[in-house]
């Protein structure tokens, strides 16, 4: 089945908006784990925690024109693994979609590690 491309750039408000708890509700988990690792250390080298910054509009701008793309990859990956066999539909069913508890635990998750950049870099 030829999958067609995203166009190049496009918006996701839900990705804009959400950042790393819509990367938890569309499964995309090594995703989620590199966006706070790399939002805590930003954040920890400019000494900015708590205070609205451009740090903050970048990601918003960044993940709106990014998540349609980074899903569409994932997708991609998906397909690439299952085979013709009868199973393929269920494979993919249970690797896609969506889940709220992905979107929690990551959300939770980003707030165990703001603590844990928090103790460590005095914010």
Known sequence: ?????????????????????????RKMYKEAIIYLLVLMTVSSLLGVANEFTVLDV???VIMGLLGNRLY??????????????DNA??????????TWLGALGIAFLGGFMGMIFGAIFNW
Not at 89 to 98: D, Q, W
């Open 72 to 85: 569409f990859h994932k997708v991609k990956r998906e397909l690439s693994k299952v085979g013709p066999d």
């Open 89 to 98: 539909l269920e494979k993919l069913s249970a690797a896609g979609g969506t």
């Open 1 to 25: 089945m030829p999958v067609e491309p995203v166009k190049r750039i496009s918006w996701n408000w839900a990705a804009a908006l959400f950042s790393g708890a819509w990367l938890g509700y």
């Open 58 to 60: 970048g990601v918003f």
